[in-house]
């Protein structure tokens, strides 16, 4: 049976997109060390996504843009990038563990939310990394398009750095228009 795990990253930056993974184990290729990509070095993590591609046998990595946060909010969002992870694997998923509390409701096959799940079911864990690893570097790269935010250093998080070059600096494109701290600069901006 394939059991797609599926996993996000960055809901809460102020900055860049919504990473959404899904992931299709192989079982006769188990990899090691597998957990929750929070519980991971960052050395860990790029260990092991090459690990992960290689010997899944689908996988599938979906950004969601900050327009289109903007546009649905964050969960809307992160449901829609579910979908479309799962979607997009090939062989299809005869299901779907979801980490958290909530399923899509247009998932393209029979789901199961799971508390914690990037911790507790390897699949989970494998998508968590993908999609942490797969932001991060997008991160790192839209820190040479928009210099001065130091989006490589906080990946978009709202850091007192981050905080303070938004101050400096106004939001760029990258930033979530949606978002209070982005918000708040741009009501600002438009008293004036």
Do not use: W
Request: hydrophobic share 45%.
């Amino acid at each position: 049976m394939l059991t797609a795990g599926v996993d996000e990253a960055g809901r809460g930056p102020l900055a860049g997109p919504l990473a959404v993974a899904a992931v299709i184990l192989d079982p006769e290729r188990p990899i090691a060390g597998l957990n929750d990509s929070k519980k991971l070095s960052e050395a860990r993590r790029e260990a092991l996504y090459p690990l992960i591609i290689e010997r899944a046998l689908a996988y599938c990595v979906v950004l969601i843009e900050p327009e289109e946060i903007d546009r649905l909010n964050i969960f809307q969002a992160t449901m829609a990038g579910m979908s479309r992870a799962v979607a997009g694997l090939a062989p299809a998923a005869y299901e779907a563990l979801i980490d958290g509390n909530k399923l899509p409701k247009d998932l393209p096959c029979p789901g199961r939310a799971i508390v914690g799940g990037d911790a507790l079911e390897p699949a989970i864990s494998a998508a968590s990394i993908l999609a942490k690893v797969s932001r991060d570097r997008l991160m790192v790269a839209l820190d040479a398009v928009h210099p001065g935010y130091g989006f490589a250093v906080h990946k978009g998080y709202p850091t007192p750095t981050h905080l303070a070059s938004l101050q400096l600096l106004g939001p760029c494109t990258q930033h979530r228009r949606s978002y209070a701290p982005v918000r708040r600069l741009l009501d600002q901006a438009s008293l004036f």
